[in-house]
């Protein structure tokens, strides 16, 4: 009796830990300030804090991975600036304006971008961008007083400035909030791995890499009605509303990359093609009727495979002549 | 007589002077255009790539830009990333004739540059930037935020020691 008591008594405190969520600190074994500071007294916290705020100079060309205060400072009239901010997949960017000393009036600018642009190429694409092109450049002289922090809608943002005389000078102090349901995603990396979620919503969603690589698709479920194909009359993915489209080309704007391959069917991989561009995407249309998911990996193509490729590929678009 | 020969040579000599623009498309640190993106190179620092110009490309995004000059300096010695930068900058302004094509009237076609934007979704500010460039960037950003992980790691550690 005594044992029986003892089990059920075991039995209603394990459950307790379970739906109070314990068992999660269990699990977490990464060093996170978040998870640290809650054991620390505000002291401490205040001065691990100062220790943690990266900061440094800001170049006139610039890319970031860091969360921090960057700052610019011309020691001569810079006209052509410009930084890249880049995230992990899944979270986005924030700029704030601090300490700004430019002169507007005199043409110096600060204006950030939502996305990358390139040789006249925006990423995202119109076409996969919420916002018109226009309203993606926040110039902080237009309203900066107004909205001193701008938020990016994926993990990649840009900002242009100019100044015209030496000692102007900006901090920008960059954050990286999470997002919890990533669509447009530049990687940061060669190789890796990604799965891709659009849970029933109608947009199309793109992951580039900005390298030619291999990739392979593990998964791929589309939530057509049945797994069977649909009769169709015409062929391919045309007419589909949910599918997956391989893209390469040589510039950053998806909408001006030629298709490699359509994949309108669920499957369990894995499928593999290498494309030989500059810049691969893996794009993913959704009616927004169903949870459309793809996982896949990627790694970077080596010389000798690119060589194979050009010598054997019938159509080698993405090789300049 | 004479005057043929003369005049004959004289084309002759301005037809076949060696072009910049050829000098630059065959320099080693030329840009490979999508045939290779070098992954060997990509794991040399960016000092080794130096003197890759870039330019901000303001006005009509349709314009297309001069080709990229680019010239091959010689390796420095040491890691230090904002020289190599001034370095292009330096470079950047000595060919005043072509950023000025790109900068002038920037103020006039600012306006319009906007309109033309919004009719034609060409951005107005574009940066002209190999993707080679690019990805060595990538790279050093990269590194550097495994550098600041390990750096912030480091003193939480030592912070907790004490």
């Known amino acids: 009796m005594e044992g029986t008591f003892r089990e059920q008594l075991f039995f209603i405190v394990l459950c307790l830990s379970v739906l109070n969520g314990d068992t999660r600190y269990i699990q977490e074994n990464k060093i996170s300030p978040e998870g640290l500071f809650s054991l620390l007294n505000s002291e401490l916290k205040r001065e691990i804090q100062d220790e943690l705020i990266y900061s440094r100079p800001l170049r006139c060309l610039d890319m970031v991975a860091l969360e921090g205060q960057f700052t610019f400072t011309a020691d001569r009239p810079q006209l052509s600036c410009a930084a890249f901010f880049i995230a992990e997949p899944n979270q986005v960017i924030t700029v704030e304006y601090d300490s700004v000393d430019i002169d507007c009036r005199g043409g110096d600018f600060i204006k950030v971008f939502d996305g990358w642009v390139m040789k006249g190429e925006k990423f995202p694409s119109s076409q996969d961008h919420s916002l018109p092109l226009m309203e993606r450049y926040v110039d902080y002289c237009d309203s900066g007083t107004v909205r001193r922090t701008v938020r990016s809608s994926q993990n990649v943002a840009m900002v242009f400035f100019r100044v015209h005389t030496a000692g102007s000078s900006f901090t920008l102090t960059v954050r990286k909030p999470v997002n919890p349901f990533p669509c447009n995603i530049i990687s940061q990396t060669p190789e890796g791995s990604f799965t891709m979620v659009i849970p029933q919503q109608h947009r199309n969603c793109s992951f580039s890499i900005i390298y030619p690589v291999e990739i392979k698709i593990a998964e791929l479920s589309l939530g057509h009605l049945n797994s069977f194909p649909i009769k169709k009359s015409l062929p391919g993915c045309v007419g589909a509303g949910d599918f997956v489209e391989l893209l390469g080309g040589n510039g950053m704007d998806t909408s001006k990359m030629l298709p490699v391959a359509d994949l309108c069917y669920s499957f369990n991989g894995p499928a593999q093609m290498k494309i030989s561009c500059d810049n691969t995407v893996v794009r993913m249309v959704s009616s927004g009727r169903f949870v459309n998911r793809v996982a896949f990996e990627y790694r970077v193509l080596d010389r000798q495979e690119l060589q194979r490729i050009k010598e054997n590929s019938v159509e080698d678009f993405c090789f300049n002549g | ?162």
């Open chain 2, 1 to 162: 007589m004479k005057l043929n020969y003369f005049v004959t040579t004289v084309v002759l000599l301005v037809a076949f002077l060696p072009r910049y623009e050829c000098r630059a498309i065959d320099s080693s640190g030329s840009v490979q255009r999508a045939t290779s993106p070098e992954p060997d190179a990509l794991s040399l620092p960016l000092l080794t790539r130096l003197g890759e110009e870039y330019y901000i490309r303001l006005g009509n995004g349709n314009r297309n830009p001069a080709a990229s000059k680019l010239k091959v300096m010689n390796p420095e010695s040491s890691y230090n990333q904002a020289l190599q930068l001034q370095l292009t900058q330096r470079l950047l302004q000595s060919n005043v004739g072509n950023i000025s094509r790109f900068i002038s009237g920037f103020a006039n076609q600012l306006d319009d540059s906007a309109e033309r934007g919004r009719r034609s979704d060409d951005p107005p500010i574009s940066l002209d930037l190999t993707f080679h460039m690019l990805r060595q960037m990538m790279e050093l950003s990269r590194a550097e935020q495994l550098h600041q992980q390990a750096h912030s790691n480091r003193k939480m550690m030592e912070m907790f020691g004490k």
